[in-house]
């Protein structure tokens, strides 16, 4: 699947493939779409000091925070060695 085209198109492909495994293994598939709703979510999470991970918390996106920082450290290192 290219996730470079319309969001639209592959929240729909998505879905079709959802029902399709639903209706195979007998089981009620039931579409919401959050997406509208995640900044208003985001707002009222930091207004009544929620705790917010900065990752989704899988090993990849664990790495990916870890690596970011080591950059960031680094390149602080290097502007502050010049």
Same mark, same amino acid.
């Given at each position: 699947?290219?996730?470079?085209?319309?969001?639209?198109?592959?929240?729909?492909?998505?879905?079709?493939?959802?029902?399709?495994?639903?209706?195979?293994?007998?089981?009620?598939?039931? @579409?919401?779409?959050?997406?509208?709703?995640?900044? &208003?979510?985001?707002?009222? !999470? *930091?207004?009544?000091?929620?705790?917010? /991970?900065? @990752?989704?918390?899988?090993?990849?996106?664990?790495? &990916?925070?870890?690596?970011? !920082? *080591?950059?960031?450290?680094?390149?602080? /290192?290097?502007?502050?060695?010049?």
């Amino acid at each position: 699947m290219d996730l470079s085209q319309n969001i639209k198109a592959v929240q729909e492909r998505i879905a079709a493939a959802a029902r399709a495994a639903g209706e195979r293994y007998g089981v009620a598939f039931l @579409y919401r779409d959050f997406r509208p709703l995640f900044q &208003e979510g985001q707002q009222f !999470a *930091r207004d009544h000091g929620f705790y917010m /991970q900065k @990752y989704c918390g899988c090993i990849f996106s664990e790495e &990916e925070r870890y690596m970011a !920082a *080591r950059r960031k450290k680094k390149a602080a /290192q290097s502007k502050n060695n010049e």
